[in-house]
């Protein structure tokens, strides 16, 4: 991206991406000196449609991000600040929380709510309003206090930097102005159950990675919340043309998302993994494109590949196709049973099954005058192999 500072890709993809609990924007914190452009980045994409509401932390107390309690009729309730109204008109916009480091811890705690939950007391914002927060290392700023890690928890970790290159070149010509990436939410989720899947694959070779612990050397940390974080952030680079494809490194861009959720050690391992990692295109394996040899596959591997098929399977149930598809899918399962190592694809094979989409496929294949190829496949699948009592299930 051209003339802009190390960091800022990364914070625009985040701005778009769909999170987790389904308003938009994964929280973003950015780490940098002081005076390299982060707040007036973040303020250069406001427009009339999209205000950007810039709160700086050392001058709030607690009651501005959980409402100030007043007595009402009886009840104590919250009035929410003036500040959360900014957003009522356009439902979307950023509210940029400058200065994060110089929140004291009871700022620090009120503020936990606001990030993850986008709620102030019990005034919830917008579901296009992102989170955006801005700090200068602790030991860079006079009195500044350290984050708590629940509050390091609930971000993607961002490094921002304007290099002493770019910073000469936008001098003579300017910086150029920043725009928000395209992201549809129908294809994102899509995208979200690959690298869902490629994430619990690695996880069940490194569990120890599932949880981390925060330390001092670094702001990210493994847990739960930021492995979701990471998964939303993957399937929004995989889109963006930015994501690694088995066997491939992956842009910068990519990692840096990955190592600003999880941490480096989480994020390094993930990348190895994917990079060793032999996961033909799904798509052009159903349509009988490439030859497989499944016995050179490692669990983890088939794992990973039959779960890309199963979700294969599922784009391609109202397409002409669907019957070969499936033919294709049933002969991989023969293979795989006769290697005695049907375990690792068992999961797989319940999502064909509570999709209904063998009996689909034998609906279509009637229509289509594969039924008898069709049936066969079925029986040299589930009643010639161990997955004999399996055909209930799948039928059922």
């Not at 190390?6 to 769909?18: D, H, R, S, W, Y």
């Not at 989170?131 to 390091?152: F, H, I, T, Y």
């Not at 990675?209 to 940390?221: C, I, M, Q, V, W």
């Amino acid at each position: 991206m051209a003339m802009m500072p190390k960091g800022a890709e990364e914070l625009l993809i985040a701005l778009q991406t769909p999170s987790p609990k389904g308003h938009l924007g994964i929280p973003a914190l950015l780490w940098g000196a002081p005076g390299e452009g982060k707040s007036s980045f973040v303020e250069s994409l406001r427009r009339d449609d999209f205000p950007v509401v810039t709160l700086i932390a050392s001058i709030h107390d607690p009651t501005d991000f959980s409402g100030l309690p007043v007595h009402l009729d009886g009840q104590v309730r919250f009035a929410p600040p003036e500040w959360t109204f900014a957003f009522d008109e356009t439902g979307q916009g950023i509210l940029f929380l400058d200065e994060l480091t110089t929140a004291p811890p009871s700022v620090q705690a009120a503020l936990l709510r606001v990030i993850l939950e986008r709620k102030v007391g019990f005034r919830p914002l917008p579901k296009g309003v992102r989170v955006v927060a801005a700090a200068n290392p602790p030991d860079q700023v006079v009195g500044g206090w350290e984050l708590s890690p629940p509050l390091r928890n609930r971000f993607v970790h961002i490094r921002w930097e304007l290099s002493g290159e770019i910073y000469q070149k936008a001098l003579r010509e300017g910086f150029g102005q920043p725009s928000l990436p395209a992201i549809d939410p129908n294809a994102h989720a899509e995208a979200e159950k690959f690298w869902r899947t490629m994430v619990e694959v690695f996880l069940r070779r490194h569990s120890h990675l599932a949880k981390t612990n925060p330390s001092d050397e670094e702001y990210a940390f493994a847990s739960p919340r930021t492995w979701d974080f990471a998964i939303a952030l993957m399937a929004s680079c995989d889109l963006l043309g930015k994501a690694p494809k088995p066997g491939q490194k992956g842009s910068e861009v990519f990692l840096n998302l990955v190592e600003g959720c999880v941490g480096k050690g989480a994020a390094v391992a993930f990348a190895h993994f994917l990079q060793t990692l032999r996961l033909p295109d799904p798509d052009e394996v159903l349509d009988g494109k490439i030859p497989l040899d499944l016995k050179s596959f490692r669990d983890d591997e088939l794992y990973a590949f039959f779960s890309a098929l199963a979700a294969a399977l599922v784009r391609r149930q109202t397409q002409p196709n669907f019957v070969d598809a499936m033919l294709v899918f049933l002969e991989l399962t023969e293979q795989v049973s006769h290697d005695g190592r049907i375990d690792t694809i068992f999961v797989s094979l319940q999502q064909v099954a509570k999709g209904k989409l063998l009996q689909q496929a034998i609906n279509a294949a009637n229509l289509m005058g594969q039924l008898t190829k069709l049936q066969q496949a079925i029986v040299r699948t589930f009643e010639e192999t161990p997955l004999k009592e399996f055909v209930d299930t799948m039928l059922g």
